[in-house]
């Protein structure tokens, strides 16, 4: 069995009034949700289940399960606490899905092909962008000549980035779980951390290995308007990425 686990109860925050009335992910791109062309290709990757992590207008998702019922099985897990927390709570509520080979994704990553279908190993990895410079501080990550995780830099310039799309193979489901529930959830530090951030004390213990995006264009995130207008105009060919 393989499933994807997507985050998607965010408030959308950057995108203003355009998320007032429909989460993020659910913002059309191309004349669809975002999240329906995520689901699509995860069907098409033979994706057993889909785990969708809401909390911000979570009833506007339900529609999503009656839907896709012939062809996958959605789960809904709630995030009560999403304007509180950042995804580390998102991913402590969803522990209990961990019991299979897993991607993990965020739901407003428009994917212009389909890297669940494209991107698969019998080892648990990150898909990362190509190696580039930042002008914005990023996460960016150095890696061996195995591609193994050697240090993140959380303030990076230089370096391949994370993509927000992730895979593990069931052991190492486990030991994400054994580090979720460790999080003191009373310190005030936690409520602004990722879920990676769990991960990234271990580096040494636990082997961490990276996939490289062969193109930077196989995916776009959805940050702002100008982000979901600069999308929609390149997929129209009006410009370019």
Request: charged share 30%.
């Amino acid at each position: 069995m393989k499933q994807v686990i997507v985050m998607a109860a965010g408030l959308g925050t950057r995108l203003k009034e355009i998320t007032k009335e429909i989460p993020k992910p659910l913002l059309k791109v191309n004349g669809k949700p975002i999240l329906e062309t995520n689901i699509e290709y995860m069907i098409e990757a033979n994706i057993d289940r889909i785990v969708i992590i809401i909390g911000y207008l979570k009833e506007a998702f339900y529609y999503l399960k009656d839907k896709y019922k012939n062809q996958i099985d959605i789960k809904f897990v709630i995030n009560d606490q999403y304007a509180d927390f950042n995804t580390i709570y998102s991913m402590f509520c969803t522990r209990h899905f961990f019991e299979c080979d897993s991607y993990f994704t965020t739901a407003d990553n428009f994917l212009t092909i389909n890297l669940y279908a494209k991107y698969q190993a019998d080892y648990s990895f990150y898909l990362l962008r190509p190696y580039q410079h930042f002008e914005k501080e990023e996460w960016t990550v150095e890696l061996n000549e195995n591609l193994r995780f050697i240090n993140v830099n959380l303030h990076g310039h230089d370096g391949y980035s994370y993509s927000g799309v992730s895979f593990w193979k069931l052991n190492d489901m486990k030991y994400i779980k054994e580090r979720l529930e460790e999080v003191d959830w009373n310190d005030k530090r936690t409520k602004k951390m990722y879920w990676d951030n769990i991960l990234l004390p271990h580096l040494q213990e636990f082997e961490i290995y990276a996939k490289i995006l062969e193109d930077n264009r196989e995916f776009y995130e959805v940050d702002d308007s100008d982000d979901l207008e600069k999308l929609n105009n390149y997929l129209k060919g009006v410009n370019k990425l």
